[in-house]
């Protein structure tokens, strides 16, 4: 994990009820370099993770429920049998914020454990 994700991690998602501008192209371009295969897509970032089986990735999924209720930030989860797809965006904003992130690198970090 690299030094960007790391200081991801140790964060805690910032409540957004709008009112703030969401992160520029450039932006999300210098923080997609620290969140390793998470993709800029459609107005979200996005990963897609692949797995061995049905078992390892509904376990993924119930931890990314997990992490997203501890940080109240709520990604759209698309569930197959070996692949689940990531997608975050911040609703109030309508647009990327640092709380996609810190949930993309805590996602990452999942397998570091």
Known sequence: MNTTAQDLVRKKCKPCEGGVDPMTDVQIGHMLKGVQGWEY??????????????????????????????????????????????????HAINGISENDFICAAKLDALFDI
């Open 41 to 90: 897509q459609g107005g979200m970032i996005r990963k897609t993770y692949s797995f061995k089986d049905y078992y390892q990735t509904m376990a993924f999924v119930n931890a990314t429920a997990w992490v997203s209720h501890r940080e109240d930030h709520h990604p759209d989860i698309t569930v197959g049998y070996n692949k689940c797809d990531v997608a975050y965006m911040t």
